[in-house]
């Protein structure tokens, strides 16, 4: 099985190789689920993001977290690690699958109790969340994330980041909309649509880093 994502990074190939070996593992059971996510072809955010967040994390100490695309738990258990007192993540996956192999890692890793796994579309789970997020991390369906940007914008607390992966889709988000095959022109008008949006957003702060396929972070200025 293919994972996509990690094969069409917007970096040179050189440097993402460098940025993969260069930096070390996680240890313990985060390590054992990328390695096991990575061998088997699982889609989860490539290491160099994945270190990047583990860094953020660890510089802003969030209580509270929400991530939106679950899979197997890899990047809901990195962050969990930095949890603060009584802090706790929320996630949502639809994927039954997904959903209860994430389950399994959490209870491995014991976890469980910090984590709170919501199975079903979030398109009908965000608009039931209440509460004030100091991160949130979406990784879920590309031609959604205009949909979702404006309920993740009004659960951030002021001051809290929204951190959006795969956004670049390999550097094809340049091209004409007319240039790309039929199967994947709406993922490519959505994003264009996103990236309009959020970079042009007055009242919020934002920027694009240029890893895995690229992710676009916004920091809540104001309600």
């Known amino acids: ?10 970096v040179m190939p050189e440097l993402v190789e460098y940025m993969r070996t260069a930096q070390a593992g996680f240890p313990g059971g ?13 889609p989860i955010i490539p290491h160099e993001t994945a270190k990047f967040i583990d860094l953020f994390c660890a510089t802003i100490e969030p209580r509270y977290i929400l991530e939106i695309g679950t899979a197997i738990g890899f990047s809901a258990s990195l962050m969990a690690q930095h949890l603060q007192t009584e802090g706790h993540l929320t996630t949502i996956d639809r994927y039954p699958k997904m959903y209860e192999r994430a389950q399994e890692n959490f209870k491995r890793l014991g976890i469980e109790d910090r984590v709170t796994l919501l199975e079903g579309d979030a398109a009908d789970i965000l ?4 509460g004030s997020y100091d991160l949130i991390f979406m990784d879920s369906a590309k031609a959604k994330y205009i949909d979702f940007y404006p309920e993740c914008m009004r ?6 980041v929204l951190i959006i992966d795969d956004v670049f889709q390999g ?20 994003l264009n649509l996103l990236l309009d ?4 957003d ?3 702060r934002s920027c694009l880093v ?9 920091r809540k200025e104001k309600e």
């Open 1 to 10: 099985m293919l994972n996509e994502m990690m094969h069409r990074p917007v």
């Open 30 to 42: 985060v390590g054992e689920i990328e390695k096991f996510a990575n061998d088997n072809g699982i």
């Open 127 to 130: 608009p039931t969340l209440k």
């Open 155 to 160: 659960l951030l607390r002021v001051g809290g």
């Open 171 to 190: 550097g094809t988000i340049l091209d004409d909309e007319k240039d790309r095959p039929k199967r994947v022109r709406k993922i490519h008008r959505k």
């Open 197 to 200: 949006t959020v970079l042009n």
């Open 202 to 204: 007055p009242d919020h």
């Open 210 to 218: 240029p890893l895995g396929d690229g992710l676009v972070m916004v």
